[in-house]
Nanobody, 125 residues
Framework: QVQLVESGGGLVQAGGSLRLSCAAS????????TGWFRQAPGKEREFVAA????????YYADSVKGRFTISRDHAKNTQDLQMNNLKPEDTAVYYC??????????????????WGQGTQVTVSS
């Protein structure tokens, strides 16, 4: 079983950048497909980005495509989310996730069964 801990959230102005990091313990990131989700106040948790076990394929929500990049650092056993050109609508708690049920698509919440505690990202206009 894997434990996940996010870091790197904060307050940034619109157009700025942030880099989120997720550290794994107990297992290697490469043992799982993993991803990032976010949840804004009063809204459901939504898919942001995912990467396959091999790391060869990535997936992005349309709303972040071209602005966000998911990556892994195998030496550190971490997963990062580079977020550029941030918009106020990107404001949310961001969660790192690892898969538990590969019957679902990479973009589906149901695929992921291991979650970090979340990190707040606030983008001011």
């Amino acid at each position: 079983q894997v434990q996940l801990v996010e870091s790197g959230g904060g307050l940034v102005q619109a157009g700025g950048s942030l880099r989120l990091s997720c550290a794994a313990s107990g297992r290697l990131f490469s043992d799982y497909a993993t991803g990032w989700f976010r949840q804004a106040p009063g809204k459901e948790r939504e898919f942001v980005a995912a990467i396959t076990r091999s790391g060869n394929t990535t997936y992005y929500a349309d709303s972040v495509k071209g602005r966000f990049t998911i990556s892994r650092d195998h030496a550190k056993n971490t997963q990062d989310l580079q977020m550029n050109n941030l918009k106020p609508e990107d404001t949310a708690v961001y969660y790192c996730a690892a898969e538990k049920n590969d019957d679902y698509s990479y973009t589906s919440l149901s695929r992921y069964g291991y979650w970090g505690q979340g990190t707040q990202v606030t983008v001011s206009s």
